[in-house]
């Protein structure tokens, strides 16, 4: 039975191990997905080839530090400068991944009609974003509450604003958001005034923050916003992840298999 496992601090509340064990399940792959608590980022590499894994996820706060023990990294990973998925190679190097892009740009790709995008934070999620949506030829633009991030997401061709110096009165097709202002306390992403005057210019708001409906996604609805949280994205990364794990190409039913358990988790 091969094993796998996600690496967090915390990790008690994480989805994946159900999400990935259904989909193992529904392939009839043999194969085991459990949590680890990792405190130290940078025993990441040890824990993994003493628990004899065959691959893994990293979430929050380890993903840099992913990025700096994987042996060889795939070069959206590269690029972004976080790694979420480890897989081990047969010659026994362990090859790092982000799928939180190509995940998160699964999620939206029914919305076709989309050029314009703002993105408020300027954290490891906005920059996988930024990468994978500017790639796609996106306009992308930040905003953000402190200047952190800016050589970076300018280096890559987006605006980038902080509160003090943006115009609100500007339509962008999609807002998201991507800081964790929502996540355990009920404020906003950007102040207020701020907000409304572009929700009233824009069809589509997505929350990177999933299971719940965000101070962001309320307003969002309030002033006549489509509104979709992170649960799809959290959906599309696991996929691209179980793919590479797995070495196959999923199908639907897969993939409605490991929906599901996310919903039954999210009942829970
Ligand atoms: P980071 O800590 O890397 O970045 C957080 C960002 O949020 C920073 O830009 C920070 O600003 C900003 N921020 C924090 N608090 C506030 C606030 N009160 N008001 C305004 N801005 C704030 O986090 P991540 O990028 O890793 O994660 C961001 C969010 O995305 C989290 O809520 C996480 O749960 C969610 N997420 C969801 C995933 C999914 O699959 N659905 C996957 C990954 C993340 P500053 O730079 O000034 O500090």
Not at 158 to 178: G, R
Not at 210 to 233: H, I, Q, R, S
Request: hydrophobic share 40%; glycine share 8%.
């Amino acid at each position: 039975m091969k094993k796998f496992t996600i690496f967090g601090n915390p990790v008690s509340h994480s989805k994946s191990p159900l999400m990935h064990n259904a989909g193992f399940q529904a392939l009839g792959f043999d194969a085991q997905y459990t949590r680890t608590h990792l405190l130290d980022g940078d025993d990441i590499k040890n824990t993994f080839m003493a628990g004899g894994f065959s691959g893994a996820n990293i979430t929050v706060p380890h993903k840099e530090f992913a990025f700096k023990h994987a042996d060889i990294l795939d070069p959206l990973a590269k690029q972004i400068g976080a790694v979420n998925t480890f897989v081990l190679q047969s010659d026994g190097k362990i090859k790092g991944y982000n799928t939180d892009a190509l995940g998160f740009y699964e999620s939206i790709k029914e919305l076709k009609y989309i050029k314009s995008i703002l993105i408020f934070g300027a954290g490891g999620t906005s920059k996988s974003l930024a990468v994978v949506l500017k790639s796609k030829n996106f306009a992308v633009t930040i905003l953000n509450r402190s200047s952190n991030g800016e050589d970076f997401f300018t280096s890559i061709g987006c605006l980038f604003y902080t509160w003090d110096n943006f115009e609100s009165n500007q339509k962008f097709e999609l807002i998201i958001n991507s800081t964790s202002a929502g996540l355990s306390d009920n404020l906003l992403p950007a102040p207020q005034n701020i907000l409304e005057n572009l929700l009233t210019n824009s069809p589509y708001c997505i929350d990177c923050i999933y299971g719940k409906v965000t101070p962001f996604l309320e307003l969002a609805k309030l002033n006549g916003c489509a509104t979709k949280d992170g649960e799809d994205m959290l959906l599309y990364q696991g996929v691209l992840a179980f793919e590479l794990f797995t070495n196959t190409k999923v199908d639907e039913k897969i993939i409605a298999t490991m929906r599901e358990a996310l919903k039954k988790t999210s009942q829970n």
